[in-house]
């Protein structure tokens, strides 16, 4: 069974604090990797991971997948109140999400405490 | 910036009732997809479309849902004879170039079933 596993599942940091998520993925026909920023409603994209071991960077968040291991993370550096949000990983690929489908994990709730 | 639109952001329903969720997607992408999150769960694929059809499907997509392109503009997921298990968040997202380009989500139709 396709899966993508997200840890921790909730994280609370004060705000300067660097935070690491993690996400691991076991899915057919893996294609990329992708994190969203999920706060009220609508999921928005941050970033798309296809090449092991490249940083993709954007401000103060970064990431990187590791195609061998089957897992990425994502960084977040001096973190703000304005992150507290949930953040999703998503593989492309799998079955239960169909061949251009995303699987999602369940999230990681970060909370930044001012 | 471009964004897809979804229409209600929240619809109740009773049982049995059909309900129409709509979505306009941006306006030069060509691939549409439906997804939902039960509250406290994760986001789930529920169908994929392109070219006018249907290009994947999960399995929780029965014959109680189906997907139309009715207009060119709009994008809308019906849901036949609604459960109290249907009730969640309903997204919309479209795609330019298919997956990996990544997805722009619409805000949500929350649908609760009563």
């Known amino acids: 069974e396709d899966k993508v596993v997200q840890s921790p599942l909730s994280l609370v940091v004060h705000e300067g604090d660097t935070v690491t998520l993690n996400c691991s993925y076991e899915v057919t026909n893996f294609r990329s990797l992708l994190w969203y920023k999920q706060e009220k409603k609508a999921p928005t994209f941050l970033f798309m991971l296809t090449s092991s071991g490249i940083e993709k960077k954007s401000g103060r968040l970064s990431s990187i997948l590791d195609k061998k291991e089957l897992f990425s993370i994502l960084n977040i550096t001096a973190t703000q109140t304005g992150d507290s949000a949930v953040y999703l990983c998503a593989a492309v690929g799998g079955l239960g999400g169909g061949a251009d489908g995303l699987t999602f994990g369940k999230g990681t709730h970060l909370i930044i405490q001012p | 910036e471009p964004e897809v639109t979804q229409t209600p952001s929240h619809q109740v329903t009773q049982m049995g009732q059909e309900v129409i969720l709509r979505c306009v997607p941006i306006?030069?992408?060509?691939?549409f997809y439906w997804y939902r999150q039960i509250l406290g769960q994760k986001v789930e694929f529920l169908v994929s479309f392109y070219n006018n059809e249907i290009s994947e499907k999960s399995e929780i997509f029965d014959d109680q849902f189906s997907v139309e392109r009715p207009d060119g503009s709009n994008f809308t997921l019906k849901i036949r004879s609604t459960k109290l298990e249907d009730s969640a968040m309903y997204f919309c997202?479209?795609?330019?170039?298919?997956?990996?380009?990544?997805?722009?989500f619409g805000s949500g139709t929350r649908l609760t079933v009563v």
């Open positions: 306006s030069n992408h060509l691939y």
């Open positions: 997202a479209s795609s330019e170039a298919g997956v990996p380009y990544g997805y722009t």
